[in-house]
């Protein structure tokens, strides 16, 4: 694996990683994002209906708590989980925890991490971890670490050290039995930057971190309880100082397309995509601009429509939606919403999306009041390329230093 940076600028770097996978022939674009699904798969989708998505990540992330419960059957296969899941050709990258369901805390010891599935709890060892790894065979996989201090609203300094000791001995011990695994040679193990809101803690953590023999690095705890926004981002760029230049960063739990870019304006390179899931478990889709070459008239015709929707969704802004328990952002509308009974306009204007081009507002809201499963299957398709296509706005604002367009304008939209 080779990390190329084509432009660096404030912060924010632009390549390539190279002589990924296990024949070592794939290669992936950062910024970018990873492939989010859920027990191996794409939510609401087959592998027919995600081949109709555009700029679909070249790496997956598969979630440990998904799996590691019935583990003995790919041990048993032996092939792997990517031809398992059918998903052969893709790289995939497998984190402990899914994004998006939220992990009870006060599980975590000096020998093990827990994990919960759907039958409840996993305890996972370093020795148990790496079986389950071997058994999966995954491209990249995050480490076992203590990302407990970060979810505390006033973890102590003490947590905090402690997080980053026992994140670093799981480290020390999954490496050693990485070297004893003929079948995890080529795989490449992501370590995890620990230490909660304390910067000491947080800054050694990546120090030792960058000592080991590690492919890649994730800040974790970073969309948790630190102080304020100034903090988190204060301390994000202190922490990624620390790191080598050549390596990947990867971060958990920051989806949202304002955050994104505050994030990427501090070094990091990869993110989760869970968020075009989330709103599409509120029966909602993503309606937020990113195309900042449009020509004057254009901007303003699609700025009023912006605006429009904003106005509209601040009356339910401030409600709990059903689903994922998350509030609606402005980046998104409401299709269960009465008034686009009758709207039949395609949901984003010039959207090239198989849902967008061949369906309406109207269609949409029908299955979503119906109870239909296509509504998922619709929505699902649009929010994934419309992110997908935001991170390729990213990367080509970058190349041409449009950068700060692109920041005005979704900041904008998130105001």
């Known amino acids: 694996m080779k990390l190329n940076l084509t432009k660096v600028v404030n912060g924010c770097r632009l390549g390539k990683i190279q002589n990924l996978g296990k024949a070592g022939n794939c290669s992936m674009d950062i910024p970018g994002c990873l492939l989010y699904t859920r027990t191996g798969s794409a939510p609401h989708l087959t592998d027919h209906t995600l081949n109709n998505i555009h700029g679909v990540p070249a790496m997956a992330q598969l979630t440990l708590s998904s799996l590691a419960e019935h583990y003995e059957v790919l041990a048993e296969y032996k092939k792997g989980v990517g031809n398992f899941i059918g998903m052969p050709e893709s790289l995939l990258y497998c984190s402990l925890h899914d994004p998006v369901s939220p992990c009870p805390s006060g599980y975590v010891t000096n020998k093990s991490v827990s994990v919960w599935g759907v039958g409840g709890r996993v305890e996972m060892t370093a020795s ?36 980053v000791d026992r994140s670093l001995l799981f480290l020390d011990n999954c490496l050693r039995l990485q070297e004893e695994s003929e079948v995890l040679q080529k795989s490449v193990i992501i370590g995890v930057i620990e230490g909660g809101d304390v910067m000491e803690e947080r800054l ?45 960063r990867l971060i958990c739990g920051v989806s949202q397309p304002d955050e994104v870019l505050e994030c990427i304006e501090r070094g990091v390179d990869l993110f989760e995509s869970f968020f075009p899931y989330q709103v599409t478990e509120r029966g909602c889709a993503l309606t937020f601009s990113f195309d900042y070459q449009l020509n004057p008239e254009e901007t303003i015709l699609q700025q009023n429509g912006i605006q429009e929707e904003i106005k509209c969704m601040d009356q339910v802004k401030k409600a709990k939606t059903t689903g994922c328990n998350q509030e609606m952002t402005s980046f998104e ?22 849902c967008c081009k061949n369906y309406t507002r109207a269609y949409i809201h029908h299955l979503l009041v119906t109870n239909e499963l296509l509504a998922g299957v619709l929505l699902m398709m649009h929010n994934f390329e419309h992110y997908f296509a935001f991170f390729c706005s990213i990367r080509e604002a970058l190349k041409s230093g449009n950068l700060a367009q692109l920041k005005e304008l979704i900041y904008r939209q998130a105001s």
Request: aromatic share 8%; with cysteine.
């Open 128 to 163: 148990k971890f790496m079986e389950i790894q071997q058994a999966l065979q995954p491209d990249w996989f995050q480490c076992l670490s203590d990302g407990e201090a970060s979810c505390e609203k006033s973890a102590s300094i003490k947590r905090a050290r402690k997080a």
């Open 204 to 248: 050694r953590s990546a120090r030792e971190t960058a000592k080991r023999p590690v492919g890649g690095f994730l800040l974790d705890g970073f969309q948790g309880n630190l102080r304020t926004l100034e903090t988190r981002l204060h301390m994000l760029s202190s922490v990624t100082a620390e790191l080598p230049e050549d390596k990947p």
């Open 333 to 354: 509308i409401n299709l269960k919403e009465k008034k686009y009974q009758e709207d039949f306009n395609s949901v984003v204007r010039g959207c090239s999306c198989y």
